[in-house]
């Protein structure tokens, strides 16, 4: 028997997370589960266990709730400034037009490298403290070919011997710099200079838009995203927030892994979802600061989109780090989704979400080995005890990380 072999078992809930696969329940109890390599090598239940297994290392996580590491499928970690004066202005009536997004630009292209890796670096811990091991980081609040290009090279630095997958997206059309002569124009830029020279050095595996009224217009996305494609990006779309754009049905025909928010979906675009392969990617904290509408999530579960829940953690509208956990509770408590919808969509949905289906999000062989333990016995907690139920320990690839509680 090879060497570095571990076994965790427990007497608590097991959420294997696996849906799709009818021969596995979604939760076991007890459980077992073999870990080499960084990689699951088995699970099931104890009296099943391969015999002799000749484990190294056994960890008996006693009657804690255990599930997948998180994925948390939309972030933009990459910042300076603080907008929570924006916030209390809008709670108090002012309107959202996301003109902030410019505030932030100016203190992040003003921020040196160290500031802003150090504030993007505690900003990722939190999310692994919270049992988040997987997240997507965007640039987009540098709006130039050169900050732009900061960004993403100082997301790398950030994520750098951290404990988590770090997939990058290239928001260069996330808003219009003062600078620039229109929009058309500046999406311009985005296709010609900045897709090109960030494809060329490998700096992102997305390429996103924000295409809606007062942002981009299908026209400057479509422009977008094309040059993605052609340079051999990923996509994937902020759709649908302020406005019923069409701009799904867009990112559907380009082929877009995820379209993301889609506050103001109608039964059209639920239905083009439906009939595509594109994953519906919902945000419920930002929904519910801005107190506008919330996605049809029953909607597209009920009709078969595979649906994720990320928090969107970002500089303007919702600024909680570490915050999937009531990202969880949310899905069920705002969006009408079941818990065990809600816990799914944070794991095996976030995963399709960033293309990671076949290497994160569920408990299965050949997967990472990426674990949570929770201060909790059942997953109804992340419901019940909203926004208070806390990772008590978790493992990436294996391998526990040290987190502060
Ligand atoms: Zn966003």
Request: glycine share 12%.
């Amino acid at each position: 028997m090879s060497a570095g072999i571990t076994l965790f078992t427990g007497s608590g809930r097991l959420a294997v997370a696996q849906p799709h696969v009818a021969a596995m329940p979604g939760t076991l109890s007890p459980w077992a589960l073999l870990v080499g390599d960084g990689r699951i090598l088995w699970v099931g239940e104890p009296g099943e266990l391969p015999s002799e297994p000749d484990a190294d290392e056994v960890l008996d996580l006693g009657s804690a709730l255990v599930t997948p590491g998180l994925v948390d499928a939309h972030t933009h970690p990459l910042y300076a400034g603080d907008r929570s004066d924006e916030a209390a202005a809008r709670l108090a009536g002012q309107p959202y037009t996301g003109g902030g997004i410019l505030r932030t630009v100016a203190a992040t292209r003003a921020a040196s490298d160290e500031e802003l890796v150090d504030l993007a670096r505690h900003r990722l811990m939190a999310e692994v403290a919270a049992g988040t091991t997987a997240v997507e980081c965007k640039s987009g609040y540098g709006l130039s070919t050169d900050e732009e290009i900061r960004s993403l090279r100082l997301i790398a630095r950030a994520a750098d011997g951290l404990p988590l997958r770090v997939t990058r997206t290239f928001l260069g059309a996330h808003a219009v710099p003062g600078e620039a002569a229109s929009a058309s124009d500046y999406a311009h830029t985005v296709a010609k200079q900045m897709i090109p020279a960030i494809a060329a050095d490998g700096l992102a595996e997305f390429c996103d838009v924000f295409c809606d009224e007062g942002f981009f217009t299908l026209q400057d996305a479509e422009m977008v995203l094309s040059a993605a494609r052609g340079a051999g990006l990923r996509v994937r779309m902020h759709a649908e927030q302020l406005f019923r754009t069409g701009a799904t049905e867009l990112a559907i025909r380009f082929g877009a892994v995820s379209v993301d928010h889609l506050e103001q979906l109608d039964e059209a675009g639920v239905a083009a979802l439906a009939a595509s392969n594109t994953v519906a990617t919902l945000l419920p904290a930002p929904a519910l600061v801005m107190r506008g509408h919330v996605p049809p999530a029953r909607g597209l579960l009920d009709s078969g989109v595979t649906v994720a829940l990320a928090s969107d953690a970002n500089a303007g509208t919702f600024g909680g780090w570490g915050q999937m956990p009531l990202v969880i509770g949310l899905g069920a408590a705002l969006l009408g989704m079941t818990i065990d919808e809600a816990l799914t969509a944070a794991t095996v949905g976030g995963a399709a979400s960033l293309g990671l289906s076949m290497e994160r999000g569920r408990l299965a062989p050949g997967l990472a080995a990426d674990l949570v333990a929770w201060d909790a016995e059942h997953e109804g907690a992340f419901a019940l005890r909203l926004g208070s139920v806390r990772a008590r320990r978790v493992w990436v690839a294996g391998r526990e990380v040290q987190i502060e509680t």
